[in-house]
């Protein structure tokens, strides 16, 4: 699903997925031993060891940037992709991202991506369970 792209190098990802705590889950397995930092509106950000930390989202960003080795899943941060701020933060820190080996995944319901982050985002779809991961769920 992501490991190919955390692999290689992506430092921007874009899950659609109706089951955003499935995928995190999920893809925690798959980020090659990097850390994996969540981040929601209300709750701000959590390291993988710690507490929630407040974080509002035009400064996720600039936060992601200061760590190194790490995945930060963003729940719901189509709101405010678009948001002309959140948009240069985020091509600003780009190479940054690279070097350093963060990935930043939007997880949400849908892609909506402007015209200045379309070329930066790879997108996937992480797919409804299939007749056999859900005979292994009621199992």
């Known amino acids: 699903m992501i490991?190919?792209?955390?692999k290689a190098g992506y430092p921007a990802l874009w899950v659609r997925t109706h089951e955003p705590e499935r995928f995190v889950i999920a893809a925690q397995e798959q980020i090659n031993g990097r850390q994996a930092f969540m981040w929601d509106v209300v709750r701000g950000y959590k390291p993988p060891s710690g507490d929630w930390q407040e974080c509002d989202p035009y400064e996720v960003p600039q936060t992601a940037a200061i760590s190194t080795k790490a995945v930060w899943f963003l729940a719901n941060y189509h709101f405010w992709i678009n948001e002309p701020a959140v948009i240069q933060a985020i091509l600003n820190n780009l190479e940054l991202y690279k070097a350093?080996?963060?990935?930043l995944v939007v997880v949400s319901c849908k892609a909506d991506l402007p015209a200045e982050l379309e070329r930066?985002?790879?997108?996937l779809d992480f797919p409804l369970p299939s007749r056999e991961e859900l005979k292994v769920i009621l199992d």
């Open 3 to 6: 490991q190919d792209y955390v």
């Open 120 to 123: 930066e985002f790879v997108v």
């Open 100 to 103: 350093k080996g963060v990935v």
